[in-house]
C-alpha cells in the first residue's frame, strides 16, 4: 500500500506537462499512474529487509525510540521525513497550497543538495520499523492472551473444584445439623416419658405438680 506523503516527490521525477505531450499522448492518464506507482516499488525494494531492533523501547508510543531502535539515524544533511513533516507545519508554508507546498520542499531539498528518493527512502525506513514494532507488538500481546487464557482456564477449574468441596462441606456442615437435631429430639422424647414416668409417681404423695413434664416435640420441629 502505496503512502500519501509519497505523492509529494514522485511527481517531480515524472515529465513536464510539455514533454509528456511531445512524448506520449496518455500523459496523466493512468499510466502516467503506473509509472509513478512503479517508481515507489523502486525505491521501495531498494529498502533493505525489515529492520531489526538492537535495543528496547521503554515508551512504546514514542516512535523517536522506535527509529533509534531499529538503528534508523539522520543523515549528515538532516533532511528525514520527519524533517520534511516539520516544514509542512512551519507556519510560512502550512497554509499554502499542495502545488506550491511541493514546490518549496523541492527547492529546500535542491538548497540542501538532497535528492527526493533520499527522503522517500527515510520515509520507507521508518514505515517499516513500525511495521515491524507493530508485529512485535501483536505477537508479544498474543502470547500474553494465550498465557492468561491458559491462567483463566486454569483459574476457573480451580474454582469449580473449590466450589464443588465448599458445597460437599456445606451439605456434610447440614447433614451433621440433621443428625445432631434427630438425636437431640429422640432425647427429648425419652425424656418427657421420664418426667412423666417421675411425675406419676410423685402424685401419690401430693396433690401439686413439682414435677415439670414438657410436650414431645413435635414433627415439624424435628425437621427445622
Keep these: 500500500m502505496t503512502k500519501k506523503w509519497y505523492n509529494y516527490f514522485l511527481s517531480v521525477d515524472q515529465p513536464e506537462q510539455g514533454e509528456a505531450e511531445e512524448g506520449s499522448s496518455d500523459a496523466g492518464q493512468p499510466g502516467a499512474l503506473r509509472t509513478a506507482a ?11 529487509a525489515p529492520p ?3 535495543g528496547p523501547v521503554a515508551n ?11 538503528e534508523i539515524n539522520p543523515p549528515s544533511h538532516g533532511f528525514t521525513i520527519l ?3 516539520d516544514l509542512l507545519q512551519s507556519e510560512h508554508i502550512r497554509n499554502l497550497s499542495r502545488d506550491v507546498k511541493r514546490s518549496s520542499l523541492m527547492l529546500a531539498l535542491e ?16 514505515d517499516k520499523a513500525l511495521d515491524t514494532y507493530e508485529s512485535v507488538q501483536q505477537k508479544a500481546l498474543q502470547e500474553l492472551e494465550a498465557k492468561k487464557t491458559q491462567e483463566n482456564q486454569e483459574l476457573q477449574a480451580e474454582i469449580e473444584r473449590r466450589v464443588n468441596e465448599m458445597q460437599s462441606r456445606v451439605q456434610a456442615n447440614n447433614d451433621a445439623v440433621a443428625k445432631e437435631k434427630e ?11 421420664e418426667e412423666q414416668k417421675i411425675g406419676d409417681a410423685v402424685s401419690y404423695f401430693t396433690s401439686e405438680k413439682p414435677v415439670t413434664t414438657a410436650p414431645a416435640p413435635s414433627t415439624k420441629a424435628a425437621e427445622k
Design 38 to 48: 512503479q517508481t515507489v516499488a523502486e525505491i521501495a525494494s531498494g529498502v533493505s
Design 52 to 54: 531489526k531492533f538492537t
Design 60 to 70: 512504546p508510543t514514542a516512535f523517536d525510540e522506535i527509529y533509534a531502535a531499529a
Design 83 to 85: 524533517k520534511i513533516i
Design 111 to 126: 538548497a540542501a543538495g538532497v535528492k527526493a528518493q533520499e527522503i522517500v527512502q527515510d520515509a520507507v525506513r521508518r
Design 183 to 193: 438425636r437431640f429430639y429422640g432425647w427429648q422424647l425419652k425424656k418427657q416419658q
